[in-house]
């Protein structure tokens, strides 16, 4: 069964404030992404990577960067958190072709209360 | 560009009703249909994948199949359980991008 592992599973921080979310895919998989989850916004794609020390933007990118240092381990940096950036956020991985065709396996999520 | 629009929200039924999930596509690329569930709590997972129009999809109970003419596809079961209750997405991935395209979702909540 695929995997995908994030952490912290939750997390609060102030506005201005510094924050790393974390991935890690034990599947072998190339591509990882992350999505935040809102209400009546669905899933929104944030970036997405398909190697180490690649990057491509998604949808809704401003405000995050992103850093894929290992196939394995893919990180959301929030360097200046605003209260918009308060939402679930899910790391996924899928193998090679990408999302377009293969299946898409998601963590648990994070949820980020920027207070 | 490509699109995916879900309109039903909120379906509420009872056990052993009929589920009709329906949503519509817009792409210029040859598409590949999923439907993924999200259980409260948990990340959202595949439940079916519909690559070839009028085919079906089956997995779980449920079945999927689109439509290449009317650009839509949909979901079905013919008896839904409580334990079905969760949140039902469709979702379109295309084969110029690595990226799927997620509807708002439909919240399911069957009652017992």
């Known amino acids: 069964e695929a995997a995908v592992t994030q952490s912290p599973r939750n997390k609060v921080t102030v506005t201005g404030g510094n924050v790393t979310l974390s991935c890690r895919q034990t599947?072998?998989?190339?591509?990882m992404y992350w999505y935040r989850q809102d209400t009546g916004h669905g899933l929104r794609l944030i970036h997405y990577?398909?190697?180490?020390?690649?990057?491509q933007i998604g949808d809704v990118p401003d405000g995050y960067k992103a850093t894929r240092t290992t196939q394995e381990d893919f990180f959301l940096l929030l360097e200046l958190a605003s209260p918009s950036q308060t939402s679930l956020y899910f790391c996924?991985?899928?193998?090679?072709?990408?999302?377009?065709?293969?299946?898409?396996?998601f963590g648990a999520g994070t949820r980020l209360s920027v207070l | 560009g490509d699109s995916v629009t879900q309109m039903q929200g909120q379906v509420t039924l009872s056990e052993d009703d009929f589920l009709f999930i329906n949503c519509t596509y817009s792409t210029t690329w040859y598409p590949t249909l999923f439907w993924y569930v999200q259980y409260p709590g948990e990340g959202p997972q595949l439940l079916l994948k519909?690559?070839?129009?009028?085919n079906k999809g089956i997995s779980r109970g449920f079945e999927a199949t689109y439509d290449k003419r009317t650009t839509s596809f949909h979901l079905q079961k013919a008896s839904v359980q409580e334990s079905d209750s969760a949140v039902y997405y469709c979702v379109l991935g295309t084969g110029n991008t690595r990226k799927l395209i997620f509807g708002l979702g439909t919240t399911l909540q069957v009652q017992p």
């Open positions: 599947n072998s998989h190339n591509y």
């Open positions: 996924a991985s899928s193998n090679w072709g990408g999302a377009g065709q293969n299946t898409l396996y």
């Open positions: 990577s398909y190697g180490a020390g690649n990057l």
């Open positions: 519909v690559t070839t129009a009028n």
